[in-house]
């Protein structure tokens, strides 16, 4: 059995390669099916996020060639695009990389927590969409114990810069103090709702949330004293802020170059900052080249996390260190699943030799032959049928001179200590 992640990530690159393979929330329950259906997948799930798409699976032989296309051909790409960005990772490999990637050691942020929950979405998905198997629901089982281990046995997790820590520091290098400005948020998931708590406790003049659902921008409006929105405000909201950032799981920009050129008209050279936090991007990148628009994507943030990163390189040692002895636990399952199924093969192969014979003796018994020779006869075919096999491979190993396999037979057939 083999276990296997193809992979693109904020390592291997910028965000208009990584916004082109990235599957959109509503998209994952489809593409999760059609990935199983491939011959040879045993087994599958898929992790989407801002930073990083990776496709785990588990199937009998290696199959990333496989994945690779099916990646491809999902996105409508040429085949072999992109390919110098992408990671491919077999069994042991893969294994850590996903216990890395948990414990947020793999993290623009390291030690960041959402992306935990954000794997265990994925793996939850995949269950209910029925397209994990055994082994490939314990990895993710296992990787989520050896995250809880990293978490509670390192430091990793203290005092992580978080994007919107980073996104408030950014907006603090262009405009030096917050207390005299507006911020508009667009979506309401977990991204903006961090973004919120940060700006809220900022001393800004006013925040304003719009979302596709009112209801959810009301809800969140509530908790930081905001002004709830839809999408279809954006235009109108635009030249009343001096900050935007979004978040949402839209597949095209919805913060358009003609809206926000408009929108700077009416501000009259007042600087904008915006900071595009999604993936597939929300504000039109072709927006960038406007005068008095400071607009920055989730990649630029990286110069003000990595400061924070370096004060978490020993706890990152650490955590390198218990994950190592996780993947060593895991494998070791593994061999142990796989043994088994091997023993269960031999011993249902065993007990259909059985049963045949003793169908025979019973048919023998009832045809009113001698019990006693009945017994010897089928004894004796017994020990023919199941020895047939090794006796011609033990055969072979000598004339090969394959020592290692005969000193094998010797110990699992002959050793009685």
Not at 86 to 103: D, P
Not at 107 to 115: D, L, N
Not at 393 to 406: F, H, P
């Amino acid at each position: 059995m083999s276990l296997s992640v193809v992979g693109i990530s904020h390592h291997t690159a910028p965000i208009a390669i990584r916004e082109r393979l990235a599957f959109p929330a509503d998209s994952l329950p489809d593409a999760l099916r059609s990935l199983a259906a491939t011959p040879e997948i045993s087994g599958c799930a898929i992790v989407s996020t801002c930073n990083r798409t990776e496709i785990f699976t588990s199937s009998e032989r290696p199959s990333t060639r496989l994945i690779t296309d099916w990646l491809h051909a999902w996105h409508k790409l040429d085949p072999g695009q992109y390919q110098e960005h992408l990671y491919h990772l077999e069994h042991s490999a893969g294994i850590f990389h996903l216990m890395k990637v948990v414990c947020g050691a793999d993290s623009m942020v390291v030690g960041e927590p959402q992306i935990a929950g954000q794997v265990k979405q994925a793996w939850q998905l995949a269950r209910d969409t029925d397209t994990l198997d055994s082994k490939l629901d314990r990895m993710f089982q296992h990787a989520f114990a050896g995250s809880k281990r990293v978490r509670s046995e390192t430091g990793i997790g203290q005092n992580p810069v978080t994007l919107p820590f980073a996104a408030m520091r950014l907006a603090r290098q262009i405009f030096g103090s917050l207390d005299r400005l507006r911020i508009l948020l667009v979506g309401a998931g977990e991204m903006i709702e961090d973004c919120a708590v940060h700006f809220g406790d900022s001393g800004i003049r006013g925040m304003s949330i719009a979302n596709r659902s009112i209801e959810r921008a009301q809800t969140l409006a509530e908790r930081f004293e905001a002004q709830p929105f839809t999408l279809d405000d954006l235009p109108r909201l635009l030249p009343e802020h001096d900050m935007v950032l979004a978040c949402t799981g839209a597949k095209e920009p919805i913060l358009t170059r003609p809206m926000i050129k408009k929108a700077l008209a009416s501000r009259r050279h007042r600087p904008m900052f915006a900071l595009d936090l999604s993936v597939p991007r929300n504000i039109d990148p072709s927006a960038s080249d406007l005068g008095d628009l400071f607009l920055y994507t989730i990649d630029d943030l990286h110069a003000i996390v990595e400061s924070g990163h370096k004060q978490r390189v020993a706890a990152l040692q650490k955590a390198m260190e218990i994950i190592e002895s996780e993947v060593t636990t895991f494998e070791r399952w593994l061999r142990l699943q796989n043994t088994s199924a091997t023993l269960k093969e031999l011993r249902q192969r065993a007990q259909q030799e059985r049963d045949e014979l003793l169908e025979q003796a019973i048919q023998d018994l009832a045809a009113g032959k001698e019990a006693e020779a009945v017994i010897r006869r089928m004894g004796h075919k017994l020990v023919n049928r199941l020895l047939h096999g090794p006796s011609i491979r033990l055969r072979q190993a000598a004339e090969s001179d394959d020592e290692t396999l005969l000193e094998a037979a010797r110990f699992y057939f002959l050793d009685r200590d």
